[in-house]
């Protein structure tokens, strides 16, 4: 009699399971695209968002420091700041991509350098639980990523299909591997020219390809956005937001990321006015960022200092003009640009020569756009510097005093490696 009760529990067990596994097989298909945004203060605030193919009527992000299997038991709920339906045309459909929602949930008051467990809900529909880890505050030490330029080429016919788009994936699986390999990796910075352009068609298929940065254990891995030539659309604004920030247009795209408290990227947008407010906020915030902190980084998608394009190209000849003098002013240690699909490397600038004293460029975007044939010969990439045609990522290894800077290929070769000291005194 025992084991006849034993073997009907197991299999009213079995059917529960299986019961649950489909409820979730469901559930999942309709709340995806999970990523984090961090903007100001990454140590307390980050932006849970995601996609729904539903509208629904409430859409929450449920957290907590500790893993659970059940929403009922996250100690930490927030409701989300933005919904709206994405903008969405008849090729989008065509393309594959489905009518959608773009969901932003600012989640505050989080602990600095703490694993946050999580999952985002539309209605009763929730997601797997991932997880990722807040800025830590009093390191000294940091290691994050910078890369650019993921859409796919108009010079690749096979690439010129969003769904099918092999270099932005295999990008996408190194990443996850790298972050597997060192954890101490906090985040992704991210020079823009996400997709060829920012309707839903592209961006659709962009989200989906970024899951595959999602470790196997489901940690989620934090992008610091700036904006591209290509993510002018309406698209980008739904579904690409900083939220709540100090300055008022957070439309503007530019602002500071104190991402320790000695170390802080400012991330500045090229495909505004450089001249105009954007110009008098960087002239403020310059000064302070440098008094304030051991690294001071900068980040933003048109280069000073091109590799693959013209260099007096008017939006170039824009960032030395008014943006390069007081990076110099300021002793600004590195600067990170993307744009022309390239490898490179810089040698240090001052006033326009080679100089010891002055500022690294790297770049230039290779996060699965086809690569072009960079200008290896121009005065700052000989004797030290560096041009070449490769897909890459960067990752910066910051201490106290130093910090060493490396380029990784497509296959995680690591190409280039240097090592740069801090400006700060
Ligand atoms: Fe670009
Ligand atoms: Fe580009």
Same mark, same amino acid.
């Given at each position: 009699?025992?084991?006849?009760?034993?073997?009907? %529990?197991?299999?009213?067990?079995?059917?529960?399971?299986?019961?649950?596994?489909?409820?979730n097989?469901?559930l999942?298909?309709?709340?995806?695209?999970?990523?984090?945004?961090?903007?100001?203060?990454?140590?307390?605030?980050?932006?849970?968002?995601?996609?729904?193919?539903e509208?629904?009527?409430?859409?929450?992000?449920?957290?907590?420091?500790?893993?659970?299997?059940?929403?009922?038991?996250?100690?930490?709920?927030?409701?989300?700041?933005?919904?709206?339906?994405?903008?969405?045309?008849?090729?989008?459909?065509?393309?594959?991509?489905?009518?959608?929602y773009?969901?932003?949930?600012e989640?505050?008051?989080?602990?600095?350098?703490?694993?946050?467990?999580?999952?985002?809900?539309?209605?009763?529909?929730?997601?797997?639980?991932?997880?990722?880890?807040?800025?830590?505050?009093?390191?000294?030490?940091?290691? /994050?990523?910078?890369?650019?330029?993921?859409?796919?080429?108009?010079?690749?016919?096979?690439?010129n299909?969003?769904?099918a788009?092999?270099?932005?994936?295999?990008?996408?699986?190194?990443?996850?591997?790298?972050?597997?390999?060192?954890?101490?990796?906090?985040?992704?910075?991210?020079?823009?020219?996400?997709?060829?352009d920012?309707?839903?068609?592209?961006?659709?298929?962009?989200?989906? +390809?970024?899951?595959?940065?999602?470790?196997?254990?489901?940690?989620?891995?934090?992008?610091?956005?700036?904006?591209?030539?290509?993510?002018?659309?309406?698209?980008?604004?739904?579904?690409?937001?900083?939220?709540?920030?100090t300055?008022?247009?957070?439309?503007?795209?530019?602002?500071?990321?104190?991402?320790?408290?000695?170390?802080?990227?400012?991330?500045?947008?090229?495909?505004?006015?450089?001249?105009?407010?954007?110009?008098?906020?960087?002239?403020?915030? %310059?000064?302070?960022?440098?008094?304030?902190?051991?690294?001071?980084?900068?980040?933003?998608?048109k280069?000073?200092?091109?590799?693959?394009?013209?260099f007096?190209?008017?939006?170039?000849?824009? /960032?030395?003009?008014?943006?390069?003098?007081?990076?110099?002013?300021?002793?600004?240690?590195?600067?990170?640009?993307?744009?022309?699909?390239?490898?490179?490397?810089? /040698?240090?600038?001052?006033?326009?020569?080679?100089?010891?004293?002055?500022?690294?460029?790297?770049?230039?975007?290779?996060?699965?756009?086809?690569?072009?044939?960079p200008?290896?010969?121009?005065?700052?990439?000989?004797?030290?510097?560096?041009?070449?045609?490769?897909?890459? /990522?960067?990752?910066? +290894?910051?201490?106290?005093?130093?910090?060493?800077?490396?380029?990784?290929?497509?296959?995680?070769?690591?190409?280039?490696?240097f090592?740069?000291?801090?400006?700060?005194?």
């Amino acid at each position: 009699m025992k084991n006849i009760v034993f073997l009907f %529990l197991l299999i009213l067990l079995a059917c529960h399971s299986k019961k649950q596994e489909k409820i979730n097989g469901e559930l999942t298909q309709k709340v995806i695209h999970p990523r984090i945004y961090w903007t100001e203060n990454p140590a307390s605030h980050a932006i849970v968002s995601w996609t729904s193919l539903e509208e629904g009527a409430e859409h929450k992000v449920y957290y907590d420091t500790i893993s659970h299997n059940d929403i009922k038991h996250y100690s930490l709920f927030t409701e989300s700041a933005s919904n709206g339906k994405i903008t969405v045309r008849k090729e989008d459909l065509l393309s594959g991509a489905p009518s959608a929602y773009y969901h932003h949930t600012e989640l505050e008051g989080l602990q600095s350098g703490k694993k946050y467990f999580f999952r985002f809900c539309s209605d009763n529909t929730c997601s797997p639980e991932y997880f990722f880890i807040t800025a830590e505050r009093n390191s000294q030490n940091l290691s /994050v990523l910078y890369g650019g330029d993921s859409r796919v080429g108009e010079e690749d016919e096979e690439d010129n299909n969003p769904a099918a788009h092999a270099t932005r994936k295999k990008m996408n699986k190194l990443i996850a591997k790298m972050l597997v390999q060192r954890p101490e990796i906090k985040a992704l910075i991210h020079g823009a020219d996400y997709a060829m352009d920012a309707t839903w068609k592209h961006l659709y298929f962009w989200f989906n +390809d970024h899951e595959l940065t999602i470790t196997p254990e489901g940690r989620v891995l934090p992008l610091i956005i700036s904006r591209g030539n290509h993510d002018h659309e309406i698209g980008f604004t739904e579904n690409f937001r900083l939220g709540k920030i100090t300055e008022q247009n957070s439309d503007g795209y530019y602002y500071t990321t104190r991402l320790t408290d000695s170390i802080a990227l400012i991330t500045l947008n090229t495909e505004t006015s450089m001249a105009g407010y954007q110009y008098k906020w960087l002239k403020k915030e %310059l000064p302070k960022a440098r008094a304030a902190n051991k690294w001071l980084l900068v980040q933003y998608h048109k280069p000073a200092y091109p590799a693959v394009k013209d260099f007096d190209r008017e939006d170039f000849v824009r /960032v030395r003009k008014y943006w390069v003098p007081l990076f110099e002013e300021n002793r600004v240690d590195i600067a990170l640009e993307s744009d022309g699909h390239a490898l490179k490397k810089t /040698v240090p600038i001052l006033k326009n020569k080679p100089d010891p004293k002055g500022i690294i460029y790297i770049g230039e975007g290779g996060l699965g756009v086809p690569q072009r044939n960079p200008h290896p010969e121009r005065w700052y990439f000989t004797n030290g510097g560096h041009a070449s045609s490769d897909h890459h /990522v960067w990752l910066l +290894d910051i201490a106290a005093d130093s910090m060493k800077v490396k380029a990784f290929g497509a296959n995680g070769e690591q190409i280039l490696d240097f090592p740069l000291k801090s400006k700060y005194h």
